[in-house]
């Protein structure tokens, strides 16, 4: 699976960004998908993760209320819209793809990883 994300930018507090992560390959709709990200300084968290089916979806605490992963199997792509965003989501978001299709927030379990795109909220 080959993994492209896109979609970020520069955006003002409180503003709105969408991303996209185009997968080709493998069988994408088997896979589960999650959005991590990394801060300047920082390690690598766990942002949001959706089920292979779509039907389950988890979210860090800190992105919960704001943001919403979602996929459209048709089109080989997953999503993070990315509301209210404040300067500390400033970071590279990077999406992974994970064979056994279940929602996990560990790295490890995740077998493919895009590029990362760059967010930068100015306050």
């Known amino acids: 699976v080959q993994l492209q994300a896109s979609g970020g930018g520069l955006v003002q507090a409180g503003g709105s960004l969408r991303l996209s992560c185009a997968a080709s390959?493998?069988?994408?709709?088997?896979?589960?998908m999650g959005w991590f990200r990394q801060a300047p300084g920082k390690e690598r968290e766990f942002v949001a993760a959706i089920s292979w089916s779509g039907g389950s979806t988890y979210y860090a605490d800190s992105v919960k209320g704001r943001f919403t992963i979602s996929r459209a199997s048709a089109k080989n792509t997953v999503y993070l819209q990315m509301n209210s965003l404040q300067p500390e989501d400033t970071a590279v978001y990077y999406c992974?793809?994970?064979?056994?299709?279940?929602?996990?927030?560990?790295?490890?379990?995740?077998?493919?990883w895009g590029q990362g795109t760059q967010v930068t909220v100015s306050s």
């Open positions: 992974a793809a994970n064979s056994r299709g279940w929602v996990t927030t560990q790295e490890y379990e995740y077998d493919y």
């Open positions: 390959g493998r069988t994408f709709s088997n896979y589960a």
